[in-house]
């Protein structure tokens, strides 16, 4: 951009009152839950840059960034602040729980730095495709955000003050209930944890006397004991589930049988609406159905004398949308008498399970083409990766869902920024990569904490009568041992795999030759470089001290 064009970029910035603290930024969240740090943002379009105010209750240094997990891993960080020197603004990368290193390539710009009432407020702008290997590709997909502060300009240990939230910035939907919209608490009634490891805890009851058909169009958790209330699940179940009960899970009750997923949340998750023309049904002629609320408590301590009441707030509408919501559970068959072992000592071990969407037509004839909007995924603590491949013909066309960095600590239900579509005949294949590099024992998949899982529940419309679409490779047909893991790998993918079909009423169809077919690299962002006169002349911009210099400049010319 030459002198002359520059100049009159910036008088046009600043006739048009760029230089306000009040920017033009559509979109609004609180990140932590005392609302002490509030964000704002907006963008042009896909390929240009994001703007975003930061305004935090400090007069100290304030920090954000994006996180593969939530945490400091590879996280994507500035910070910055109003010292006594005037401000000060940097872009930093981190590799872990210490102090972030300042990335070479500056690819955030500072806009303005204030202090008001004590809150800093902090707007600056990056593109949302860059080429910095340092930075964090903004996707439309649920973000993990993190924030950090301190009470003083000096940048050291944030202590407790920080926090993590995610966010899908470039499709987003705002989540605001009315307060008089309506809902359904379902909950434990002050049940008594015991001191384990892994407890689950079942409560099978009605939902309430809704004689005419309602929408849920919102999920929220309401949870007593953070620190052991690791998953929840609400199923409905069959016709044959006719009495309740409130007792631990898997004792051999009838209620064992509801698998319907209704309604999910796991850790590090918060609430869930569903896209404005969808609901999940309740009510009308399924008002007599039964349903099982289970919640996995994860107590490593041990700690004694816990009471609970947490469960789901249901919000719920008597204002049909057009789509009924449907969710398909995926991935791995958890509990199988075929002993499935992930070896110790590895750094990248895969297991697989396959859904070949053909065999739902034993179960449900016709089958209609599902369009899916939103996934969980879900391992436990040894899961690294969950990638879910979807396949038509025998050929891989696309995900349906990708953590390249999963936390255990941070499951979110992740919208996909786009609808795709599954047809009939497509295969969806479960892929999840297991770290067992600490481990000294062989780790099985099951229910428990220390066990593994490897699902992931797909959240699609319209809504079919199949629950879910599980496999477990046909273990009892391995007739060798192996002595590495990579051998042991390659015997276990190529065993054939056994598939799983439930509907609502537990009805089953089973498979015993499923195939796993190799899932493709996962697709890269691709970047486009900034154009070096046009960042010149945004650093200019950035403070008023700019376009006195730059006036000075020209007049010498």
Same mark, same amino acid.
């Given at each position: 951009m030459s002198a002359p064009l520059c100049f009159a970029s910036i008088l046009l910035a600043w006739t048009a009152g760029a230089w306000a603290t009040d920017y033009n930024l559509p979109f609004m969240e609180y990140l932590d839950k005392d609302s002490l740090v509030h964000l704002k943002w907006g963008f042009d379009h896909l390929q240009g840059n994001i703007t975003f105010q930061l305004t935090v209750n400090t007069t100290g240094w304030v920090g954000f960034g994006f996180s593969p997990h939530g945490g400091m891993d590879d996280a994507d960080i500035v910070m910055g602040g109003l010292g006594s020197d005037g401000s000060y603004f940097a872009d930093y990368y981190s590799l872990g729980e210490k102090m972030p290193e300042m990335d070479k390539e500056q690819s955030y710009t500072l806009l303005s730095m204030t202090e008001n009432d004590g809150q800093t407020i902090m707007t600056f702008q990056r593109p949302i495709e860059t080429c910095d290997e340092k930075d964090f590709q903004i996707t439309a997909q649920s973000i993990k955000l993190i924030y950090a502060y301190g009470k003083t300009d000096d940048i050291k240990y944030h202590a407790g003050f920080r926090g993590t939230k995610g966010i899908n910035l470039l499709n987003y939907k705002s989540k605001t209930v009315s307060p008089d919209a309506r809902y359904l608490s379902v909950k434990m009634d002050n049940i008594s944890v015991p001191p384990n490891t892994t407890y689950y805890h079942c409560k099978v009851m009605k939902l309430g006397d809704l004689p005419t058909k309602h929408h849920i169009f919102q999920i929220e958790p309401e949870i007593e004991h953070q620190d052991v209330v690791h998953h929840m699940l609400l199923y409905h179940c069959p016709s044959f589930v006719k009495k309740p009960y409130d007792k631990p899970c898997y004792m051999g009750d009838l209620g064992d049988a509801c698998f319907g997923v209704v309604a999910s949340w796991a850790i590090g998750g918060t609430a869930y609406e569903l896209p404005e023309n969808t609901g999940i049904p309740i009510g009308g002629t399924q008002s007599d159905t039964y349903y099982r609320l289970e919640i996995h408590y994860n107590n490593p301590q041990k700690k004694e004398g816990i009471i609970d009441s947490s469960g789901l707030r249901l919000y719920y509408t008597d204002k049909l949308r057009q789509h009924d919501v449907g969710i398909l559970t995926t991935g791995v068959f958890p509990v199988s008498p075929m002993e499935y072992d992930i070896p110790p000592k590895a750094e990248k071990f895969h297991s697989y399970g396959i859904c070949n969407t053909s065999l739902f037509s034993q179960l449900v004839d016709p089958i209609p083409d599902l369009q899916v909007f939103s996934v969980l995924l879900h391992t436990h603590l040894a899961g690294r990766k969950v990638r879910v491949g979807h396949f038509r013909?025998?050929?891989?066309?696309?995900?349906?869902? %990708?953590?390249?960095?999963?936390?255990?600590?941070?499951? &979110?239900?992740?919208?996909?920024?786009?609808?795709?579509?599954?047809?009939? &005949? &497509?295969?969806?294949? %479960?892929?999840?990569?297991?770290?067992?590099?600490?481990?000294?024992? !062989?780790?099985?998949?099951?229910? !428990?904490? !220390? &066990?593994?899982?490897c699902l992931a529940f797909l959240f699609y419309y319209p809504a079919i009568n199949i629950t879910s679409c599980t496999s477990r490779p046909n273990t009892t047909l391995l007739s060798t041992t192996a002595d590495q893991i990579a051998e042991y790998q390659s015997l276990m993918n190529a065993l054939p795999q056994v598939q799983y079909i439930t509907d609502a009423n537990s009805k089953l169809s089973l498979y015993r030759y499923g195939t796993v077919r190799n899932v493709m690299e996962t697709p890269t962002a691709t970047c486009k470089n900034t154009n070096a006169a046009s960042r010149l002349c945004t650093s200019w911009m950035v403070k008023a001290g700019g376009i006195i210099l730059l006036l000075l400049s020209i007049a010498i010319m």
């Amino acid at each position: 951009m030459s002198a002359p064009l520059c100049f009159a970029s910036i008088l046009l910035a600043w006739t048009a009152g760029a230089w306000a603290t009040d920017y033009n930024l559509p979109f609004m969240e609180y990140l932590d839950k005392d609302s002490l740090v509030h964000l704002k943002w907006g963008f042009d379009h896909l390929q240009g840059n994001i703007t975003f105010q930061l305004t935090v209750n400090t007069t100290g240094w304030v920090g954000f960034g994006f996180s593969p997990h939530g945490g400091m891993d590879d996280a994507d960080i500035v910070m910055g602040g109003l010292g006594s020197d005037g401000s000060y603004f940097a872009d930093y990368y981190s590799l872990g729980e210490k102090m972030p290193e300042m990335d070479k390539e500056q690819s955030y710009t500072l806009l303005s730095m204030t202090e008001n009432d004590g809150q800093t407020i902090m707007t600056f702008q990056r593109p949302i495709e860059t080429c910095d290997e340092k930075d964090f590709q903004i996707t439309a997909q649920s973000i993990k955000l993190i924030y950090a502060y301190g009470k003083t300009d000096d940048i050291k240990y944030h202590a407790g003050f920080r926090g993590t939230k995610g966010i899908n910035l470039l499709n987003y939907k705002s989540k605001t209930v009315s307060p008089d919209a309506r809902y359904l608490s379902v909950k434990m009634d002050n049940i008594s944890v015991p001191p384990n490891t892994t407890y689950y805890h079942c409560k099978v009851m009605k939902l309430g006397d809704l004689p005419t058909k309602h929408h849920i169009f919102q999920i929220e958790p309401e949870i007593e004991h953070q620190d052991v209330v690791h998953h929840m699940l609400l199923y409905h179940c069959p016709s044959f589930v006719k009495k309740p009960y409130d007792k631990p899970c898997y004792m051999g009750d009838l209620g064992d049988a509801c698998f319907g997923v209704v309604a999910s949340w796991a850790i590090g998750g918060t609430a869930y609406e569903l896209p404005e023309n969808t609901g999940i049904p309740i009510g009308g002629t399924q008002s007599d159905t039964y349903y099982r609320l289970e919640i996995h408590y994860n107590n490593p301590q041990k700690k004694e004398g816990i009471i609970d009441s947490s469960g789901l707030r249901l919000y719920y509408t008597d204002k049909l949308r057009q789509h009924d919501v449907g969710i398909l559970t995926t991935g791995v068959f958890p509990v199988s008498p075929m002993e499935y072992d992930i070896p110790p000592k590895a750094e990248k071990f895969h297991s697989y399970g396959i859904c070949n969407t053909s065999l739902f037509s034993q179960l449900v004839d016709p089958i209609p083409d599902l369009q899916v909007f939103s996934v969980l995924l879900h391992t436990h603590l040894a899961g690294r990766k969950v990638r879910v491949g979807h396949f038509r013909k025998g050929k891989q066309i696309d995900f349906l869902g %990708v953590n390249e960095n999963y936390n255990f600590d941070m499951q &979110d239900i992740a919208d996909l920024g786009t609808i795709k579509t599954i047809k009939p &005949d &497509d295969e969806i294949i %479960v892929e999840c990569v297991y770290n067992t590099l600490d481990r000294t024992q !062989s780790t099985k998949m099951g229910l !428990s904490t !220390s &066990d593994e899982m490897c699902l992931a529940f797909l959240f699609y419309y319209p809504a079919i009568n199949i629950t879910s679409c599980t496999s477990r490779p046909n273990t009892t047909l391995l007739s060798t041992t192996a002595d590495q893991i990579a051998e042991y790998q390659s015997l276990m993918n190529a065993l054939p795999q056994v598939q799983y079909i439930t509907d609502a009423n537990s009805k089953l169809s089973l498979y015993r030759y499923g195939t796993v077919r190799n899932v493709m690299e996962t697709p890269t962002a691709t970047c486009k470089n900034t154009n070096a006169a046009s960042r010149l002349c945004t650093s200019w911009m950035v403070k008023a001290g700019g376009i006195i210099l730059l006036l000075l400049s020209i007049a010498i010319m």
